[in-house]
């Protein structure tokens, strides 16, 4: 099984739908994120969470919102989906407090909003 | 802040040597890794530098320059399935945390 697990790989919506995102892990990090992947605009970071009580914005957190329900696991949501959400989403988890530390990655789930 | 650059595309044959960019602006600095990933896929990690100089994993190699705010990754003995996207993340200045990703060298290994 994927240290990292994120549920659905795979949706199709339409505009004005709540859509979750979820990412469970069994890594036993601290530190969890999401990202999401566009063609030519390379991974940008939506929201992090370094605890269950910690919540950050990325750099493109706006029509998004995270919920940290325990260690393990971190949902993203979008509200109402627009179609300019359409892309690939990461979650990653990484060690705490460790600037050498490597990011895990999910498999990824690829949204689709029409 | 950072600005990250990567080449966009690259091409190179099967068995050739090939070495992709990255530099980068950045006000402070806490390391550089390289991650592989292939079409649909999640990124995987490949090297981490905060030193000056080269590491080397296998057919791998991964330079930094701190004062230039330059890195290379450097594939050798190229195979088929080196075709991949290769992403350049740096550790922002300040803490936080989160790697900020360039937007990846495409890479194409042909016969």
């Known amino acids: 099984d994927a240290d990292v697990t994120q549920t659905p790989r795979n949706r199709i919506t339409k505009t004005g739908k709540r859509i979750m995102l979820e990412c469970s892990q069994t890594?036993?990090?601290?530190?969890m994120y999401w990202y999401r992947q566009d063609p030519g605009l390379g991974l940008r970071l939506i929201y992090y969470s370094f605890d269950v009580k910690d919540i950050n914005k990325g750099e493109i957190s706006d029509g998004y919102s995270v919920s940290r329900q325990a260690q393990a696991k971190f949902s993203l949501s979008l509200e109402s989906a627009i179609p300019n959400q359409t892309a690939l989403y990461f979650c990653?988890?990484?060690?705490?407090?460790?600037?050498?530390?490597?990011?895990?990655f999910g498999e990824g789930s690829r949204l689709t909003v029409l | 802040g950072q600005n990250i650059d990567q080449p966009t595309e690259m091409t190179a044959t099967e068995g050739a040597i090939v070495q992709i960019n990255c530099t980068y602006q950045?006000?402070?600095?806490?390391?550089l890794f390289w991650y592989q990933q292939h079409a649909g896929e999640a990124p995987t990690f490949l090297s981490y530098n905060v030193l000056d100089g080269l590491e080397e994993k296998g057919r791998f190699s991964s330079f930094l320059s701190r004062s230039k705010g330059y890195s290379y990754l450097l594939l050798k003995e190229l195979q088929m399935k080196d075709s991949a996207s290769y992403l350049c993340a740096v550790n922002p200045p300040g803490g936080g945390n989160k790697l900020t990703f360039g937007t990846g060298t495409q890479l194409k290994v042909e016969l």
């Open positions: 950045t006000s402070g600095f806490n390391g």
């Open positions: 890594k036993g990090h601290d530190r």
């Open positions: 990653a988890t990484r060690a705490d407090r460790d600037f050498a530390g490597e990011l895990f």
